[in-house]
């Protein structure tokens, strides 16, 4: 009776529910799994489990709330779709050591039991939390009929206080400016900003992220007031929110037929014009609040 009552009070503070096994598994089982996530898995997710530039976190409080309250045989079957395009391209034993591996690194606890290979043991076990609550949970009934939500608050659009750049700004730039190639007349291509530093630098993670056409985007994106002006492959010029990666205007080139797009290095900021060469060889100038063309050579 006593040992029951244990084990009872240590599912619910794990967070499972009356009747639900919590994931096992055991130490050295996480750790074969470290070693084959290091070679297959981490270019994806990020060395440590925390989200790269091709593939989101495996770890911390997203991941956690995604999985929450469900079977361990779906996280399973999940990654035995990885890496993409080579599903099922390990074997079960392997696929089981990843998934402890992302248990433990999500602060679950080990014990002497491996975590099992078999579909039908794993349904049995689910992840700690509650399910967040989604659709078919909620009790919500939509809007009143004929009621009207007012708009939303916009963000404050750089673009509005964006200001000029004269011959003194490209001569002695704002320290968060990039406003030339190599952001300064001598051509040193350094940024004075100082808050990220070698002591700082491996926190830095993924604040938003944009997909640029396919292709060759070579360009150096200039940098003013807060907005980023890529020059994009296939001649699409792009202002963007600093803060927010916000697309704020495009400007995308009409090619005339028989032309291909070429690859660009550079944008040119003077005044309040933005100058962009083109694959046809045209020279153009766009309004830098708007991205309307206001001459076209
Ligand atoms: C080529 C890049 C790449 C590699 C390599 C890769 N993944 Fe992924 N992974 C992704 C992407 C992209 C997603 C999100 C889209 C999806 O679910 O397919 C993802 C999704 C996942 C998810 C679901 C995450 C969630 O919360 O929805 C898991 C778990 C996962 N991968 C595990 C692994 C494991 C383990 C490996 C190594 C065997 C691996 N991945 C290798 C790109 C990759």
């Given at each position: 009776?006593?040992?029951?009552?244990?084990?009872?009070?240590?599912?619910?503070?794990?967070?499972?529910?009356?009747?639900?096994?919590?994931?096992?598994?055991?130490?050295?089982?996480?750790?074969?799994?470290?070693?084959?996530?290091?070679?297959?898995?981490?270019?994806?997710?990020?060395?440590?489990?925390?989200?790269?530039?091709?593939?989101?976190?495996?770890?911390?409080?997203?991941?956690?709330?995604?999985?929450?309250?469900?079977?361990?045989?779906?996280?399973?079957?999940?990654?035995?779709?990885?890496?993409?395009?080579?599903?099922?391209?390990?074997?079960?034993?392997?696929?089981?050591?990843?998934?402890?591996?992302?248990?433990?690194?999500?602060?679950?606890?080990?014990?002497?039991?491996?975590?099992?290979?078999?579909?039908?043991?794993?349904?049995?076990?689910?992840?700690?939390?509650?399910?967040?609550?989604?659709?078919?949970?909620?009790?919500?009934?939509?809007?009143?009929?004929?009621?009207?939500?007012?708009?939303?608050p916009q963000p404050p659009n750089p673009l509005d206080t964006i200001s000029p750049v004269t011959d003194a700004l490209l001569?002695?730039?704002?320290?968060?400016?990039?406003?030339?190639?190599?952001?300064?007349?001598?051509?040193?291509?350094?940024?004075?900003?100082?808050?990220?530093?070698?002591?700082?630098?491996?926190?830095?993670?993924?604040?938003?992220?944009?997909?640029?056409?396919?292709?060759?985007?070579?360009?150096?994106?200039?940098?003013?007031?807060?907005?980023?002006?890529?020059?994009?492959?296939?001649?699409?010029?792009?202002?963007?929110?600093?803060?927010?990666?916000?697309?704020?205007?495009?400007?995308?080139?009409?090619?005339?037929?028989?032309?291909?797009?070429?690859?660009?290095?550079?944008?040119?900021?003077?005044?309040?014009?933005?100058?962009?060469?083109?694959?046809?060889?045209?020279?153009?100038?766009?309004?830098?609040?708007?991205?309307?063309?206001?001459?076209?050579?």
């Amino acid at each position: 009776m006593i040992s029951k009552g244990i084990v009872l009070t240590a599912l619910m503070t794990s967070g499972a529910e009356f009747g639900q096994v919590i994931p096992v598994y055991d130490p050295a089982q996480a750790e074969r799994g470290r070693s084959t996530y290091a070679v297959t898995c981490a270019a994806c997710h990020g060395p440590d489990l925390g989200g790269g530039q091709f593939g989101p976190p495996l770890k911390g409080v997203n991941f956690r709330q995604r999985w929450a309250a469900q079977p361990v045989a779906d996280l399973f079957e999940q990654v035995r779709t990885m890496p993409p395009g080579q599903a099922r391209s390990m074997t079960d034993t392997g696929y089981a050591e990843l998934v402890a591996l992302m248990l433990a690194e999500n602060g679950m606890a080990a014990g002497q039991q491996a975590l099992p290979t078999d579909v039908a043991s794993l349904r049995t076990m689910v992840m700690p939390g509650k399910a967040a609550p989604g659709p078919r949970q909620s009790a919500g009934g939509g809007l009143t009929h004929g009621y009207k939500l007012p708009f939303w608050p916009q963000p404050p659009n750089p673009l509005d206080t964006i200001s000029p750049v004269t011959d003194a700004l490209l001569t002695n730039p704002p320290e968060g400016d990039w406003l030339q190639w190599r952001r300064t007349w001598d051509a040193k291509a350094f940024s004075p900003l100082d808050q990220v530093n070698r002591s700082n630098v491996k926190d830095l993670g993924v604040a938003w992220s944009l997909a640029l056409p396919p292709g060759p985007n070579a360009a150096t994106p200039l940098v003013h007031d807060g907005v980023i002006f890529v020059h994009a492959f296939r001649d699409n010029v792009l202002a963007l929110d600093a803060a927010t990666g916000a697309q704020l205007w495009q400007y995308s080139r009409q090619l005339p037929e028989g032309v291909a797009p070429s690859v660009k290095r550079n944008l040119a900021l003077y005044g309040d014009k933005l100058y962009v060469g083109t694959s046809d060889a045209h020279l153009v100038a766009l309004d830098v609040k708007t991205g309307a063309v206001v001459w076209d050579k």
